[in-house]
């Protein structure tokens, strides 16, 4: 592939493209564990739920694989196996067991806040020292997005 003439240094892409590799895999890892909650909950509330956590591992997938093409748009390579993802990420692939659903919103939470608060502190770096605004207003949106979600899953805990 020919080298990104896109105003931003070799140094800075590949900088970059390590934060967003750790984003891959923290979306990644939240895509799996939803997807595991969508197959397993079980309780009262099943059905509801059960399609609740259909749509969030559907917007997940599309979301892994948007951060990935960022990374590719500035000329590096994706990590895509497990074990990249697990030594990238900051959440654990690992459940606390429960199925039910007050259980399994709190674990998600957990894991929709600890990205935001991941991103929230990539936002201005990409955009003031390694002169990516189009990068970090992406990683903005995606902020927004979990914070929706976040949002969300704690109103189903009240």
Do not use: C
């Not at 895509?31 to 609740?52: A, C, M, Q």
């Not at 390579?77 to 429960?98: D, F, I, M, N, R």
């Amino acid at each position: 592939m020919k080298t990104p003439n896109i105003g931003i240094s070799a140094e800075n892409r590949q900088l970059i493209a390590d934060q967003l590799s750790k984003i891959v895999a923290d979306e990644f890892i939240l895509y799996s564990k939803t997807l595991n909650f969508h197959w397993n909950i079980e309780g009262p509330d099943f059905h509801s739920v059960h399609l609740y956590l259909e749509t969030l591992y559907q917007e997940q997938q599309e979301t892994v694989d948007t951060a990935a093409e960022k990374i590719r748009a500035i000329g590096h390579y994706v990590p895509a196996t497990l074990s990249k993802y697990l030594e990238l990420t900051h959440l654990t692939e690992q459940t606390k067991g429960k199925n039910d659903s007050q259980s399994i919103f709190t674990e998600l939470l957990e894991d929709h806040e600890s990205i935001i608060v991941f991103i929230r502190e990539e936002i201005q770096p990409i955009a003031e020292k390694m002169k990516a605004d189009g990068i970090s207003d992406y990683i903005t949106g995606l902020m927004e997005q979990h914070e929706k979600t976040a949002w969300m899953l704690r109103s189903h805990l009240k």
